[in-house]
């Protein structure tokens, strides 16, 4: 038997975008409204399993309405970029799900939603509505259920003809009625002004519909009859606005919505693109990945593979390191199962060497008949062509097996090539090149509860295909780093990079546990101390943590403005909160209590768990192939994200201290890397005289577009001035910049013209790259790392806008992640070349931490700064603030 869903597209994807937290991609995609409008698709068709499913949207601003009454929505703010460019990426998405999507220039997507309902009870096929609109109840019928969204898009509230009388006591004719009396704020319908849902079901309930309340107005008294009388025609115009338009042309016919279901690599591909990890996940999507392995230049069903399984293969161990000292390239694939390389277990290893792939387990390895295998492994000049020679290293480490040498990385290259590919798996790699015979992982291991470690023959037979794999892609990506102009970036800056991030893994960051519970001591006393001020506050005691309770008191109890609603009640989100502080003091005390409990829960509680019993370190793990600008990513975990705003965030470093008694922690820091590589690539004179003659940046700013002096720079001129200096690296919009600063989008945007009418050379820039990235489609950073713009020249505004935001910041943003890079191998040479006992730990975005022995301390104090500030020449001068202590706090 049939089944309808019909959804309202352009509705979920609004409720979706400011219900959701900001998302992002890699490549700096904004991706909450697909991602919650995906996670509701998916429970509808899971839950629903429907034979048919459309989505409708809306073709465009004007409308049949707008011919009888030009003001119709006319009251909406503009839509957001960072929503508009998520609409192109949904219809894509509904594509690789197979879903039909219909849109139709005149008409809304309500009115095409209304003609279906209409077939479909002529037709008396089961339907159901979604929307995030109560306006559709009009179309609820014995057949047509009606599903308006809740809290965001997670949940959804059903109406049959049953639920309509009971909740509101009318029928789903009058909710138009009702729509004609109480007007819709939303959509500038104006009804009759005083005449709110209470009023307006009562005047239903007693005649009706809008014509009988008109024609019965003798009856009503006082301010109310007089209002009605008054507005009689907005009444008949705003029911005639609110109805939904069910005779739309549209040739469609059913067939043309049938669902038979998603094609699996569609879908898979799609998800990996938007990195979407927890709905790939979800659906198991992994194992389809590439295909089946049957087809390709070398599959491993066809490939010749020596297994060395025990002491009784020694000969083949012999054969193997015999080939390895030919002088040829050789091929490396060490499997370590586990994102976690510093806990990954390690399966085995397999080495293309001498025309034959050679595998073992890692039992195998660690035998003493494999010395001669492990000694080649632990060589530095011994070359190895790898896969992701980073976590190999990281986990042969913590085996008790060195892993150096390494002189070239398919996934390292891989990345380069094309950043905006956030998995770079090897199989992926090696279809890319022509080369499908390596079957993905899922396939092997299955995934997530499903991993298994499959029989040795399979296993050896697996890896072997990936060391080939590597033996073969490795010349073609050479010739292609060669062609793009990345070859030095590649051998140069990432590669060796990666071994010292392996080093820096490896040595770890000393944490002092009892610091930590100390402050997690001194957290618990804050949070105690703020509950029961806010309980003195509010005269009762109550659940904080309770957006249902916490409503409540704020908005019933203290009688605070109310900001926004949510379908449950009360809004009660940090954004609510901060509009709310000058109100009341309970305010601020609620926003320190919340800011308290992440800290202990998140960072005291969750480092705890992160310290090693065996070392009493941390061992972060820096990812160099995720983030599309090259900045690199902390996982295990990450220490980019401890929050220093916060004095109590900022103790949380206390406890990272030197691991040699006597030592000290050093940390420096760039002085605003992005701006002064603004400056340079734009040559803006105005920029650079400010670094040229060290001025503060935000300061200068606000003097120049304020038209003001230094002295008259106050406090807020100066927080606008940084927002914008900011705000102009990463493309902001004038929604973004209002909402940083909590100001309306118009001045927002006359703040940024303000700018650029100042910064002529940063907006000739910023017009310029645009050209040039339409001409070349892809933009460089100073080092050359290249990022591609496919939608550079794409005929929808949406998706063009967004590739010209990437064009103007990437080479900014990316060329600030280069410069760091490059000084951390400016580092460790200068630390090997001086022979120095001190260690370099971490990256912190545009910081630099180390851990130096005293008698090296003026030494370090010196030669970092310098070591940063000359890694590149700049037209401006680089600058790098360097502090000291007894543990990283100190030090900042």
Known sequence: MDKWILIDGNSIANRAFYAMPPLTNSAGLHTNAVYGFTTMLLKLLEEEKPTHVLVAFD???????????????????KTPSELSEQFPVMKDLLKAFGI????????????????????????????LVVSGDKDMLQLVSPKVTVAVTRKGVSELEKYTPEEMAEKYGLTPQQFIDLKGLMG??????????????????????????VEEVLAHTHELKGKMKEKIEAHKDDAIMSKKLATIFREVPLEQEADDIRYGGYEGAALAEAFRKLEFKSLLERLELGAGEGGAAAEGVRPEAELAVVAIKGDADADKLQELVAALQDGAEHGLYVEAAGENPHIADVLGLAVAAGGQVYAMTLDTLQAPFAEPLRSWLADPDKPKFGYDTHKADLAL?????????????????????????????????????????????????????????PDEETLLRHLAAKADAVLRIAPLQRDDLEKTGMHKLFYELELPLSRILAGMELQGVKVAKEELEALGAELERGIADSVARIYEL???????????????????????????????????????????????????????????????????????????????????????????????????????NIPIRLEEGRKIRKAFVPSEAGWYILAADYSQIELRVLAHISGDERLKEAFIHDMDIHTKTAMDVFGVSAEQVDANMRRQAKAVNFGIVYGISDFGLSQNLNIPRKEAAQFIEQYFDVFQGVKQYMDDIKMQARKDGYVTTLLERRRYLPDIKASNFNIRSFAERTAMNTPIQGTAADIIKLAMVRMDEAIKDRKLKSRMLLQVHDELVFEVPEEELELMKQLVPQTMASAIELDVPLKADVNYGVNWYEAK
């Open 397 to 453: 480490a913590w085996q008790g097996i060195p892993l150096r040498g390494a002189a070239f990385d398919v996934q390292l290259a891989a990345y380069l090539l094309d950043p905006t590919d956030g998995s770079q798996t090897l199989t992926g790699v090696a279809q890319r090149y022509g080369l499908p015979g390596v079957q993905p992982d899922e396939a092997v291991y299955g995934k997530g509860a499903k991993f298994k470690v």
């Open 100 to 127: 039909a999507q219909f849109e139709l220039a005149g008409y809304e997507a309500d009115d095409i939603i209304g003609t279906l309902t209409r077939r479909a009870d002529e037709q008396g096929v089961e339907t």
């Open 59 to 77: 073709a465009g601003k004007i409308t049949f309405r707008h011919e009888g009454y030009s003001e119709y929505k006319g009251g909406r703010a």
């Open 184 to 209: 819709d704020a939303s959509d500038n319908i104006p009804g009759i002004p005083g005449v709110g849902e209470k009023t307006a079901l009562k005047l239903l309930h007693e005649y009706g519909s």
């Open 538 to 640: 509010a005269g009762t005691e109550f659940n904080i943590n309770s957006p249902k309770q916490l409503g409540e008191i704020l908005f019933d109890k203290l009688g605070l403005p109310i900001v926004k609603k949510t379908k449950t009640g009360y809004s009660t989100d940090a954004e609510v909160l901060e509009r709310l502080e000058p109100y009341h003091d309970i305010i601020p005390l609620i926003l320190h209590f919340r800011q308290l409990a992440k800290l202990q829960s998140t960072y005291v509680e969750g480092l705890l768990k992160e310290v090693r019993p065996d070392t009493g370190k941390v061992h972060t793990y820096f990812r160099q192939t995720i983030a599309a600008t090259g900045r690199l990513s902390s996982q295990f975990p990450n220490l980019q």
